[in-house]
T-cell receptor
C-alpha cells in the first residue's frame, strides 16, 4: 500500500495567518484527496487534486480559502488561508489504493491545526 | 445522496468481550463497503472491505458481512483487546469513486 508522509503533524497558528500542509506519496498517483476531520466528527472531503489541472472542490469549500497545488504525481499541498478558530481541525491527505472493485483509501497521519 | 449511519458511541467494553458496531448505508447502485480504524494521533487505516453482496471482509479478528437486503455492514469481533481501543469508521465508495464516511464510533477496551 502507498506510504503517505504528511507534514507538519501539528501546528498552532494565530488567526488571520495561513498554514500550508504538505503531502508526499511514495508512488505516482493520479488523484490526491484532502479531507477535514473536525473534533469528534467524521471526514469531509475538501477537494480532489489532479496533477496538471485545477483541483475540484466540494460544496462549501472554495479555492480562495483552501488553495491546493499539485506540481507532480507524488506531491500536493493544501493551504488553509485567513485562519479562524473554526478552522481548528485535523486535515488528512489520502490516495486511492491499487486494484479494481472500489479500492480503499490510504491516509497520511494528518495535520492537527489549532487556531488561537 | 449517499449516506452512512453508524452506531453512536462511545462504546466501552471489558477485555475479551464481544464487539458489535452497527453500520447501515444508503447509496445508489452497488457500492463497496469499508471499515477504517483510527488510532490516537494517526490517520485512518483500512481494517477490512467487501465489494459485493454477501462478501465477508475480515482482518485481525474483525469481520463484517455486506448485507444488501438490510443495507448493512456491521463490524464484529469475538474477543476485544485493549489494543483495539480506537475510533472506527464505516464508509462506502460508489462506482463513481466518491467515498462517504460515517461519524465514527469510539471504542475503549478496559483491562
Amino acid at each position: 500500500s502507498a506510504v503517505i508522509s504528511q507534514k507538519p503533524s501539528r501546528d498552532i497558528c494565530q488567526r488571520g495567518t495561513s498554514l500550508t500542509i504538505q503531502c508526499q506519496v511514495d508512488s505516482q498517483v493520479t488523484m490526491m484527496f484532502w479531507y477535514r476531520q473536525q473534533p469528534g466528527q467524521s471526514l469531509t472531503l475538501i477537494a480532489t487534486a489532479n496533477q496538471g489541472s485545477e483541483a475540484t472542490y466540494e460544496s462549501g469549500f472554495v479555492i480562495d480559502k483552501f488553495p491546493i497545488s499539485r506540481p507532480n504525481l507524488t506531491f500536493s499541498t493544501l493551504t488553509v488561508s485567513n485562519l479562524s478558530p473554526e478552522d481548528s481541525s485535523i486535515y488528512l491527505c489520502s490516495v486511492e489504493g491499487p486494484g479494481q472493485g472500489g479500492p480503499p483509501l490510504h491516509f497520511g497521519n494528518g495535520t492537527r491545526l489549532t487556531v488561537t | 445522496g449517499d449516506s452512512v449511519t453508524q452506531m453512536e458511541g462511545p462504546v466501552t467494553l471489558s477485555e475479551e468481550a464481544f464487539l458489535t458496531i452497527n453500520c447501515t448505508y444508503t447509496a445508489t447502485g452497488y457500492p463497496s463497503l469499508f471499515w477504517y480504524v483510527q488510532y490516537p494521533g494517526e490517520g485512518l487505516q483500512l481494517l477490512l472491505k467487501a465489494t459485493k453482496a454477501d462478501d465477508k471482509g475480515s482482518n485481525k479478528g474483525f469481520e463484517a458481512t455486506y448485507r444488501k437486503e438490510t443495507t448493512s455492514f456491521h463490524l464484529e469481533k469475538g474477543s476485544v483487546q485493549v489494543s483495539d481501543s480506537a475510533v472506527y469508521f464505516c464508509a462506502l465508495k460508489t462506482n463513481a469513486g466518491k467515498s462517504t464516511f460515517g461519524d465514527g464510533t469510539t471504542l475503549t477496551v478496559k483491562p
